[in-house]
């Protein structure tokens, strides 16, 4: 029986190749948009405007402070009855995009505020304007902060985007899904879906370490 | 070059500038002591307004620094400021530290800014430390790095913040040799200090300030010799010892 069930699960490889590939489109494209919204967001949180930092803040506390599957099925189901019609996969992409833009933001903002005030000092005494400061002096030193956790968000983004098969994209956890209504060895199946997440994520857990590594070793000394 | 017309600032209830009255001339310098807390690092920092003032007028080369219509970043490109910590960028070369404003602000050439660079680290005597970065250097190479960070910006005015503070005794002297050569060769300087040896010999006038006053000012042989307010006398009697 047992060997039944494994040459079918073999045979269903492609198919769940296919839903990898699903994740990884999903968690990529919304990997980019969310870390370009979340250095965006992180940066404006640490400006001076006291109204776009509690803006932001109280967008970015909803969000961290929701299920992310909740957030999917307000875009997916309810967002349809003020009128915004959307397919599962671009439903899919803004809810990951954003939640990753939220937990981006902080780690973004946490590393510019531990540069230190006199770097900016120094820059700002020199004449240059504040966007030459940030992206000369404050970004290169904050990104050493910034680096190691970013990456352990995107392992965590990679997950979460397993929510996404709740609306019916058709990515990997989904496959497995369909799967074990044929193969009925939810063991077997869903460990399958396990190891294709791990194989994705893996690599990213390694350089999350080396580059905690690496960046631990450059401080000053004066 | 530098005017103080009746300035207050306040921090929250601390009245910490109170009717400031001050005017330096273009090629002199000017050395600030006093207490701790007398505002003289406040002092020094609303003339490129990494502070501002809320009261009176504060005119640096002809520019109104108190106006925000003032172009802080033209003004500030022709004021070089020395801090006490050094504030180099750790994650650029000494010589990279000193060609980002001219290269950045200045819009110059990177080629001709790094020539230019070169020259003014030899100057401070640290020719053979363009490459190095700055947690290679010891406390007085920073701060001289610092210092030609400052100069490469060819500015009319310098300003040190308690520049030798933050250094262990023997690397002092390098420091203040740099700004004594600065100070011969007619740059306007201000420097907030505690090196009296070096306020006799390089200031053209002294002043102190306490609880945010400047109490005396006067050329350092009256200064020193003969003050005239009895707490000029009570901090000298004080940091005089050695």
Known sequence: ?222 | MIIFRKVHKWFGKLHVLNDINLAVDAGEVLVVCGPSGSGKSTLIRCINRLESIQKGELIVDGMKVHDFKTKMTKLRAEIGFVFQQFNLYPHMTALENVTLAPTKVRKIRKQEAMEAGRQVLEKVGLGDKIDSYPAQLSGGQQQRVAIARGLCMRPKIMLFDEPTSALDPEMINEVLEVMRDLAKEGMTMVVVTHEMGFAREVAHRVAIMDVGQVIEIAPPEEFFSNPRNERTRLFLSKILRH
């Not at chain 1, 999917?72 to 995009?97: M, N, R």
């Not at chain 1, 983004?157 to 899904?177: C, P």
């Open chain 1, 1 to 222: 029986m047992w060997t039944y069930y494994l040459t079918q699960l073999v045979h269903s490889l492609p198919f769940f190749l296919k839903g990898l590939w699903m994740t990884v489109a999903v968690s990529g494209i919304s990997l980019v948009a969310g870390t370009i919204l979340g250095f965006l967001w992180g940066i404006i949180r640490t400006r001076r405007s006291k109204f776009l930092y509690h803006l932001i803040g109280a967008w970015v506390d909803l969000i961290r402070g929701t299920p992310f599957l909740v957030q999917i099925f307000i875009v997916f189901f309810i967002l349809p009855e003020a009128g915004i019609h959307l397919d599962a996969f671009p439903a899919a992409i803004i809810s990951l995009t954003n939640l990753g833009a939220c937990f981006i933001c902080e780690i973004v903002a946490a590393g510019i505020r531990s540069v230190p005030w006199g770097q900016k000092e120094a820059a700002t005494a020199s004449g240059l304007t504040q966007l030459q400061q940030l992206r000369y002096v404050v970004m290169p030193q904050a990104m050493k902060t910034i680096l190691p956790p970013l990456v352990g968000q995107y392992v965590l983004l990679i997950k979460d985007s397993s929510v996404v098969s709740a609306i019916g994209v058709m990515d990997v956890t989904r496959a497995g899904w369909l799967t074990v209504q044929r193969v009925p060895q939810g063991l077997m199946v869903f460990a399958l879906v396990g190891i294709l997440y791990f194989i994705i994520c893996y690599p990213l857990i390694r350089l999350s370490n080396l580059l905690e590594k690496k960046m631990g070793r450059g401080t000053t000394s004066f």
